[in-house]
């Protein structure tokens, strides 16, 4: 028999912290212990719905066995199974399936067994990746660096972000464009260095939310990150110095960092209305959750920017700390008068509002550094005096 859900613990709260690396009030491991037992009891779940749905298909393909066996199994390896990106995107399609054939939008089966198919196989290759990773992954990390070899799982949920060609000659064509994989391998290698150089709280989070990098130097952006494929980053490498690496390294561990704190508990209401937003910093044009997204990631960034800033110079060259200046200036002033779009708004939950006035804390200390190191140039953040 399946074994009945476990209850899942409350998530951590947010009324004092961020969750970011500086934050020693929302601890990062006690959120993904949060997030993998809410995980789990999905998985438990759907595995119970499969089983009354089309018991015929429960107990083919090896599942009913397979799935009982991640039930069963000690807790740190099912951890590590549930945290890695092809059980999420597994566990994505499998909900999705399962619940078009309980409400009668399924014509038929077809799809929910193929799915149900495909789990023992992806355990397997978990299993592989997980006892290759000390030669495959880049040094002292769980971090894969991958192109046409990442899970087929990760690959199916992908579009549109990118959609990867099973065509061998395609792939071949493609390889000949940008570096070599092992090439940028070496780079990410480097820029994770300075990251860990310049705030190791920050590279234990990179480090501990990704699982792999996704080198598409065929991609019409600089890099990308969805919640449908969690623990992934793609990167076409198109940034145009390490330092840029870095940034694009650290704002997308931030949207992993922030998909964990959603997933761990609704920031914005479900009812909330759409409205459109132009972000102060690049003029395009988001709803609110993806305006929220920027304004959480771009805080993260003037604080690894702050720091880049502050480095000695036996650690960072001149050129590269008055670029951190000017990027931080650039960041913080938008978010200052982003400020005005979330104090308060209706359109977060009461966890929202908390993480909100939280962020606000940290925006105010920043624009007041950054005032203090500037001079003339003020951000325009109100005093607290």
């Known amino acids: 028999m399946i074994a009945p859900a476990v209850r899942l613990v409350d998530a951590p709260s947010l009324e004092n912290g961020t969750f970011q690396p500086d934050d020693q009030r929302s601890p990062l491991r006690e959120l993904l212990e949060t997030v ?25 393909h090896g599942f009913a066995d397979a799935a009982l066996d991640v039930i069963g199994a000690p807790h740190e390896y099912r951890n590590e199974l549930i945290s890695d990106p092809a059980f999420g995107a597994w566990l994505a399609l499998a909900m999705l399936a ?13 799809v929910l067994e193929e799915v149900v198919q495909q789990f023992p196989g992806m355990v397997q290759r978990i299993d592989e990746r997980r006892s290759n990773e000390p030669t495959q992954a880049i040094p002292g990390t769980r971090i894969l660096v991958q192109r046409f070899d990442i899970d087929p799982l990760i690959a199916r949920v992908t579009p549109p972000s990118y959609t990867f060609t099973d065509d061998e000659d395609q ?58 494929y969690y623990g992934v980053i793609y990167l076409a490498a ?21 998909y964990t704190v959603v ?5 914005i209401r479900a009812d909330a209305d759409r409205k459109d937003y132009t972000l102060p910093w690049s003029g395009q044009v988001r709803d609110f959750y993806g305006y929220f997204h ?46 005005d779009d979330f104090r308060g708004n209706e359109r977060f939950t009461s966890r929202g509002n908390a993480l909100c006035r939280s962020l ?19 951000a325009g953040f109100p005093s607290t005096n």
């Open 294 to 339: 920027a304004f959480y990631i771009y805080t993260l960034l003037a604080k690894y920017m702050d720091r880049v800033a502050a480095a000695s110079p036996i650690d960072r060259r001149a050129d590269e700390r008055q670029r951190a200046r000017e990027r931080r200036h650039f960041i913080v002033t938008g978010l200052v008068k982003a400020l």
């Open 360 to 378: 606000e804390v940290d925006i105010g200390m920043l624009a007041r550094a950054m005032d203090e190191a500037d001079g003339a140039r003020k």
């Open 171 to 228: 792939q071949q064509r493609l390889m000949q464009g940008g570096y070599s994989t092992t090439f940028f391998k070496d780079v990410a290698t480097e820029a994770l260095s300075r990251i860990e150089r310049t705030w190791p709280e920050c590279y234990n989070y990179v480090t501990e939310l990704v699982r792999v990098l996704g080198y598409l130097p065929d991609a019409d952006f600089r890099s990308c990150s969805a919640s449908r």
């Open 98 to 110: 399962t619940n078009e054939l309980l409400i009668g939008k399924a014509p038929d089966t077809a």
């Open 36 to 60: 993998w037992r809410k995980r789990f009891t999905e998985f438990v779940t759907v595995s119970m719905e499969i089983r009354a749905a089309a018991p015929d298909i429960f107990k083919s």
């Open 263 to 267: 997933d761990a508990g609704a920031i």
């Open 238 to 258: 198109r940034d145009n110095s390490i330092l840029e690496l870095e940034e694009s390294l650290v704002h997308e561990a931030g949207h992993q960092l922030l």
